[in-house]
């Protein structure tokens, strides 16, 4: 055996595991002995964990509220102010100079500058940054360049009124916050998440802020509500003021392009258009949506074209991708910020007070600072002016024996004048006013001197009047930086009421739905059974058994309801227009009773009784009309004694619909033989009434909004658009109105419109008067050349039109035109008649003229058969009123 086999077995134990040497004895006896330091967990976790917490809040992710910055993006634009020469500088460049200040690393500054600029408000870009549109990312650091925007340093920066505070390091100086004058942190908007606590401030738009603000300074009320740079559509009816609980919905703005044809071109905020695509692309894998294609055109503007199939609605399609995908997204805001050093909740509203009150307190100090240099600036020059005007210079020349007697024969020289000054002549005044070179005294100008002195002090008056009327000052410095930085700044994003959509009316029937009868199974895995019809995988299933039992249950691949399926259907919830006509017999003997009714919205999975619920009660006869049909039946009695008449018939138009829970009418005490139909019924309902809830531009039948009558199948919607243009559409609920149309009413063929127009070609107004043809599709009823525009449509019977004119019409009296005088009915094509020769200042309808339409030549010959002479005016009276006069 070796040596280092000898050695090797020494530190073994016996069970061939490693021996403990005197060293490590050593170390753990000093880690676990009676003198060593211990610390309980829970307290170091404790302390710990709040010191990061708060460094995290206050250091990171929340920004302050004073000049609506988070640390890291302070830091960059300090950096940026360092290094501004006019020039861009590298961004490389700029993430290292800010790591002098901020210390966490080139990532997380590039990252937060690269965010910075895509807001475009501080930062002028040059290269490649992205593109927040399409989600695209920016070049490196080293390929792109950026400086400071002139509304960056206009409002961000001044040292005179910077708080200053020492970098990470001690090596450096930052600022504690940047004294901005805007309200920036509303303008830009921010999101972070620190622990246990974040922050979300939406934009809003940078002139309705400015407004804000001034109508805060005029103690006027004001609102404010999010505007976001992708643009979209946004209903902010549950904005909250930004606070915690609030909500508000974002749509992408979706038009309309052709039948089978969508287009997107704005976005929901934060979301880009391949984000977007991939919820359009999984609701169209899941069934949701039904489309044929997408191209993605974006590039400067978002364009996002969808192709449908032909046998889909481009409406209910509209619908869906707001139902199913983040073409409608919800965001819900949480404003916090950093004020006195704490974590605070605010409102927007109380953020953009904040933030004007330190405004004026930011040009408060700037005007003092300003009036305690112009002092200063008075002081010396009358101090010079003096000096050398009364030739006290000439105590220099003379022969003194030290410096200090000849500042005190200065400073002697001085004092017939020193009630002039408003503070006093200190030793450091004289000794900077000897130490101008001898060569100024033959070259100073005393009428100069006078000017820059009087200069001074109508700048201090003016100064003095800005400090005492500061409100004014501070209204007029908004209105300056929004004259000078509001163009292109308008608002992007459209508010308006958003109407619920209901997915299960817009859902694609990606599913089909079969039924077993007998055995009482139904459900869309039931391939080899009885097709019902197709559904989608979010529809309900209404199910009638023969007992009288019936169920609402979810569509499922296969569910038991109960043997003996009688009827079984797609549900509709607040369906009143599905009537249920139900003869059943009462009990095993009891009496045969017939009700007709509507379910319109019960439990699901529980179960209900369309009968009186009595024990062996069955269903004899049932028919579900989706338009409130009523059939009429021939019903044969079993023979019985004394029984004569055994065919009787059953017209349920005659019997009124009633609840679903109502127990129905007798119908005969005698038992049936068969039920036959005789006759299929029409609708009992009536025509649809339908009203246009004019907030958000959707038909419904809930009395919301304008009445605009009672449709029968066949009727029409007249859409008049502010273009000149128009066309009918069905009065389906899913019908979408864009372009803010100015006439949605029922159409009449009838009816005569009158129009005024400019023709672009002839430089005219014309005037015509109408009826619409029947067309789907868009048609202008104005001059097509490009600058001709629509002015004013109306519907009165005898309208009139008032002109005003200008230029060297000016004073020429405004004209009146009687429109039914003036020209005759004609078609929408028809080019009308020019109105007048002369410059126009406006055209507008006023009110009618009242008149009295001529009966026509039948009305005319009814009236004198049936009633004489007395009753035309009675027959003219009626055809106005059948005209809406």
């Given amino acids: 055996m070796s040596l280092d086999d000898f050695e090797a077995d020494e530190l073994l134990n016996e069970d061939n595991t490693r021996k403990t040497t005197p060293d490590e004895h050593a170390r753990i006896a000093k880690i676990t002995g009676d003198n060593s330091k211990k610390v309980h967990l829970s307290g170091m976790y404790k302390s710990w964990f709040l010191d990061y917490a708060s460094y995290v809040i206050l250091e990171r992710a929340v920004p302050h509220l004073d000049d609506g910055l988070k640390p890291v993006q302070r830091r960059i634009l300090h950096s940026m102010k360092r290094l501004d020469d006019g020039r861009y500088n590298k961004v490389a460049n700029i993430i290292g100079h800010t790591m002098q200040f901020h210390p966490h690393g080139d990532a997380s500054i590039g990252d937060a500058l690269v965010q910075l600029g895509q807001k475009e408000l501080l930062i002028d870009q040059q290269g490649n940054w992205g593109n927040i549109l399409t989600g695209d990312s920016a070049a490196a650091p080293r390929y792109i360049e950026a400086r400071l925007s002139k509304f960056a340093l206009d409002i961000a ?52 802020l400015i407004d804000a603000a001034i109508a805060y300074l005029k103690e006027h009320d004001f609102e404010l509500y999010p505007d976001f740079i992708t643009g979209g559509h946004a209903d902010c009816t549950r904005y909250n003021d930004g606070l915690r609980g609030g909500a508000i919905k974002v749509r992408a703005k979706i038009q309309k392009i052709d039948r089978k044809t969508l287009s997107i ?82 409102g927007v509203k109380d953020l953009l007070k904040a933030s004007v009150d330190h405004t004026k307190f930011l040009l408060t100090w700037e005007l003092k600072n300003r009036l305690d240099e112009l002092e200063e600036d008075w002081h010396f020059s009358s101090l010079e002016k003096i000096f050398f005007e009364k030739r006290i210079y000439r105590e220099l020349e003379k022969d003194t024996e030290t410096w200090e007697n000849v500042i005190d024969a200065i400073e002697k020289g001085f004092d017939p004048y020193r009630k002039l000054f408003t503070r006093e002549i200190t030793r450091e005044d004289l000794l900077k006013l000897t130490e101008k070179p001898v060569r100024k005294i033959s070259k100073f100008d005393i009428k100069k001197a006078d000017e820059h002195i009087k200069a001074v002090v109508d700048e201090i008056a003016e100064v003095k009047n800005h400090l005492s009327n500061i409100v004014p000052y501070t209204i007029n410095y908004y209105q300056q930086i929004k004259k000078k930085h509001g163009k292109g700044k308008e608002r992007k994003t459209e508010l308006r009421s958003f109407d619920t959509i209901e997915a299960t009316k817009v859902v694609v029937a990606n599913e089909k739905l079969y039924v077993n009868r007998e ?35 979810k569509v499922q691949d296969k569910a038991f309801v109960g043997k003996d399926i ?14 249920y006509n139900v003869v059943y017999r009462d009990g095993r003997n009891g009496s045969i009773m017939m009700k007709r009714c509507a379910i319109t919205g019960i ?35 079993k023979p019985k004694p004394r029984l004569r008449n055994l065919i009787i018939e059953l017209d349920f138009s005659q019997l009124a619909i ?43 039948s809930d009395s919301r909004g304008k009445y605009l009558g009672e449709f029968q199948e066949g009727d ?50 014309y005037l015509k008067r109408f009826v619409f043809e029947p067309t789907e599709k868009p048609q202008s ?54 109105l007048t020769t002369n410059e126009v200042k406006a055209i507008a309808f006023i009110e009618p003229l009242q008149k009295e339409l001529p009966p026509s030549e039948d009305e005319e010959e009814g009236d004198f058969e049936e009633n004489g002479d007395d009753n035309t005016d009675d027959s003219a009276s009626a055809t106005q009123m059948e005209l809406g006069i």
Wanted: charged residues 30%; negative net charge; proline residues 4%.
């Fill in 157 to 208: 920066f001044n040292v005179k009124t910077t708080e200053w505070m020492l970098s990470y390091d001690g090596r450096n100086q930052e600022p504690v916050t940047l004294p901005m004058k805007f309200p920036l942190l509303l303008a830009q908007g921010v999101e972070g998440i620190a622990v246990g606590l974040a922050s979300k401030i939406l934009p809003h738009n940078f002139n309705e």
């Fill in 265 to 346: 071109t704005e976005l929901p905020f934060g979301k880009t258009t391949s984000s977007l695509i991939d919820t359009i692309v999984k609701a169209n894998d899941k069934g949701k949506i039904k489309i044929k294609k997408i191209d993605d055109n974006t590039s400067q503007n978002v364009e996002i074209l969808i192709h449908l199939p032909t046998d889909v609605s481009p409406d209910v399609t509209i619908d869906a991708l707001y139902a199913f995908t983040d073409c409608e997204i919800s965001i819900s805001p949480n404003s916090c910020v950093i004020y006195q050093d704490k974590p605070r909740f605010m």
């Fill in 519 to 553: 055995e009482g199974f139904f459900g869309t895995g039931l391939k080899k059974d009885e097709f019902v019809c197709d559904c989608s995988d979010i529809d309900d299933v209404i199910v009638f058994l023969k007992s009288g039992k019936y169920f609402i249950s």
């Fill in 566 to 579: 009688l009827h079984i259907a797609v549900f509709k919830k607040n369906d009143q227009r599905t009537i």
């Fill in 603 to 637: 439990t699901r999975d529980k179960e209900y009784d369309i009968s009186k619920g009595t024990e062996g009660s069955s269903i004899l006869y049932m028919s579900a009309n989706p338009n409130g049909e009523a059939e009429v039946l021939k019903v044969f009695l």
């Fill in 658 to 700: 009633k609840g679903r829970s109502s127990m129905g009418n007798i119908f005969t005490r005698y038992a049936i033989h068969k039920i036959q139909l005789k006759e299929r019924g029409v609708s009992t309902l009536g025509g649809h009434k339908i009203w246009l809830d004019e907030d958000v531009l959707r038909l419904n």
């Fill in 716 to 765: 029409k919607i007249l859409v008049v658009n502010g273009d000149g243009t128009y066309y009918l559409t069905g009065f389906d609920f899913s019908v979408r109105f864009e372009n803010s149309p100015i006439i949605i009413e029922k159409y009449d063929a009838d009816k005569v419109f009158s129009a005024v127009y400019f023709d672009g070609e002839q430089d005219f107004y």
């Fill in 781 to 834: 009823f104005i001059a097509e050349e490009t600058d001709s525009r629509f002015i004013a449509i109306c519907d009165d019977d005898f309208p009139c039109l008032e002109i005003t004119f200008k230029g060297k019409h000016a004073k020429k009296d405004p004209e009146q035109v009687d429109v039914y005088e003036f020209i005759a009915v004609k078609g929408y094509k028809a080019k009308g008649k020019r």
